[in-house]
Structures are given as structure tokens and as C-alpha cells.
């Protein structure tokens, strides 16, 4: 049946895209790479204070040891400093990666309008979120690795220019997309549950309590909410995308997604893949808080109409 909120396109409708602005409760949308450039900018600004956290999951995973040993042995061997080793990758990562799966996930959302006559609005969301999410990982990718490989690295920094040299000579090209396949299924469940439970918990949320979509504190409930589902279900994604990235540049312990997943269980059981479950769900849960209040306030300043 079709969403009562459906309007088909037509010649004349106003489409979310870079040049073309449509518009929503008498506000215009962003286009989409002015929404990529938005939500690169929420998500640079955000990592500055999670990726601590994430720093911590990777060695956990890696390691295998536990949170209080990874922190009191990270801070004691590199001090503070410590906690924000691989920072510049991360950089990179936020711009590319999550700047599409965040920004673009609006402007694509409105593009698959037309899909909710055929299948449930809650499918288009998780779609939308599911398509930019792995999009993004696909440009992202050699960010991740060579952040993930910063943070694992327990001994003395390695220079951003020397850590990048030794992939290539190492590995070429191929080496900077290894983990791909892991990556992207993980970023389609990751950016489809934050997404599409997010927009669908702002309305759940607005019902309940009476409060606009608009307002700060749906909007962080909503977020907090987001978070939580992500971490269930993109723990086992993130565990093996981690130790795909972080096999030395000169070795290869995995022969793709299914050899490391099996070798994972066979070493430690299913559990083992939600292994770091806490220090994931503290990193998720405020990184999508923040970057989602800081998009939707970036949003509002500039007078587009929210998620």
C-alpha cells in the first residue's frame, strides 16, 4: 500500500541532488554533496573524542585481552598521547567513508521515495542507509586499514609516510583493500541499523512524548537508541574486519572473509565475534549521538529541513 506521505516524482518535483533542492514542512533539503560536505564535517569533529574508544576496541580485538588491561597498558607504555595514535588515518576515514554514509543518507533517502508504493518506508530507510554505507566503506577503505594498523601498533609511533611506503611496497596497491569485502558488509548493516533505526525511533519518540523531530532531546534518544542496535549487530562485522586489516603488510594469516571468520569461531567460539561488545557500544553510541546532533544542527543553521 502507499505511504500516505508519498508524493511520486514528476517533471517539476524538486529531487534531492547537488543542484536541484526539494523541499519538506516548507524548508529546502540540502543537494546531495553540499549533505556529504555536512556530514564530513560532523563526523571529523566527532571522532576527536571517540577515537579513544575505538583505539581501545582494536586492541582489544586484536589482543584478546581485556578493557582494563588494554587501557592501564596503553597508557602506562604511550602515555595519553597513546589514545589518539592513527588519529590523522582517522581523519581521512571520517572525511571520505563516513562523510557519504552520514551526508548522503538524507538525499538518497528522498531519491528512493517512489520505492515506498511497493515495499514498507522502514525497508527504503534501512536501503538508503544500506547503499550509502557501502559506498562509503568502498572509498574509505585504505583509510581504515592503515588506522587500524596505527592503532594495533603497540611499540613506537610509525610516521603516517613511512607506515603508508611500507603497505605499498609490501602489498601495492591491493594492500590498502584488503579487509574490503568484511568492510562493506559491515558498513551496509552498520549505516542501515544506525539510519534507518534512528529515523525510525525519532518518530517513535515524537509519538510517545510530543516533542518535535527537531528537538534536541528526540534527537539524542533517538541517537542512544541507534547506537545500541548497531553494536549488536555489527559486532561480528567489526571483529573480522579488524584482523583482516591488521595482518603485518609483509604476511598474509587470512584468505578472505570466510577463512577468518571460520578461524575466529574455531578459536573462540561464536562469542568471540562480539568480543569488545563494551568498548563498541561505548564508541557507538556516543559517536552517533554526536554526529547526528551535530548534522542535524548544521542542518538547521542553514535552514534545510532535518532528517
Not at 518535483?13 to 536541484?20: D, E, K, N, R
Not at 588515518?89 to 567513508?97: L, P, T, V
Not at 594469516?253 to 571468520?261: E, I, P, S, T, V
Request: glycine content about 12%.
Amino acid at each position: 500500500m502507499m505511504n500516505n506521505n508519498f508524493r511520486p516524482l514528476t517533471a517539476t518535483s524538486p529531487v534531492a541532488t547537488s543542484s536541484i533542492l526539494a523541499t519538506a514542512g516548507g524548508k529546502s533539503k540540502p543537494g546531495l554533496l553540499e549533505s556529504i560536505a555536512l556530514g564530513g564535517a560532523s563526523c571529523v569533529f566527532t571522532v576527536n573524542f571517540t577515537h579513544p574508544i575505538e583505539l581501545v576496541k582494536t586492541r582489544m580485538q586484536v589482543s584478546g585481552d581485556g578493557l582494563g588491561s588494554v587501557i592501564s597498558s596503553t597508557a602506562k607504555a604511550e602515555g595519553v598521547a597513546g589514545f589518539w595514535k592513527g588519529i590523522a588515518f582517522a581523519w581521512g576515514r571520517e572525511g571520505s567513508y563516513a562523510s557519504i554514509k552520514l551526508g548522503a543518507y538524507a538525499p538518497v533517502r528522498d531519491a528512493m521515495g517512489p520505492l515506498e508504493e511497493y515495499i514498507p518506508a522502514f525497508l527504503v530507510k534501512f536501503l538508503a542507509g544500506a547503499v550509502t554505507g557501502g559506498v562509503g566503506s568502498v572509498v574509505g577503505n585504505p583509510f581504515d586499514v592503515m588506522k587500524t594498523l596505527a592503532q594495533a601498533n603497540k611499540g613506537k609511533a610509525v610516521p603516517l609516510g613511512t607506515l603508508v611506503g611500507n603497505m605499498y611496497r609490501d602489498q601495492g596497491m591491493g594492500g590498502f583493500y584488503r579487509g574490503l569485502s568484511a568492510n562493506i558488509g559491515r558498513a551496509c548493516v552498520l549505516n542501515a541499523t544506525k539510519m534507518g533505526c534512528y529515523d525510525m525511533a525519532k518518530g517513535a519518540v515524537t509519538q510517545a512524548t510530543g516533542w518535535e523531530r527537531k528537538d534536541v532531546r528526540t534527537v539524542f534518544c533517538s541517537s542512544i537508541m541507534s547506537g545500541l542496535a548497531m553494536t549488536i549487530t555489527v559486532s561480528p562485522f567489526d571483529n573480522i574486519r579488524t584482523k583482516l586489516m591488521n595482518q603485518p603488510t609483509d604476511a598474509k594469516l587470512y584468505n578472505g572473509f570466510m577463512d577468518c571468520l571460520t578461524k575466529t569461531v574455531s578459536e573462540g567460539g561464536v562469542t568471540s565475534l562480539w568480543r569488545g561488545f563494551v568498548p563498541i557500544w561505548a564508541r557507538f553510541a556516543p559517536t552517533a549521538t554526536i554526529q547526528l546532533l551535530t548534522i542535524e544542527t548544521l542542518y538547521a543553521s542553514l535552514g534545510y529541513a532535518q532528517i
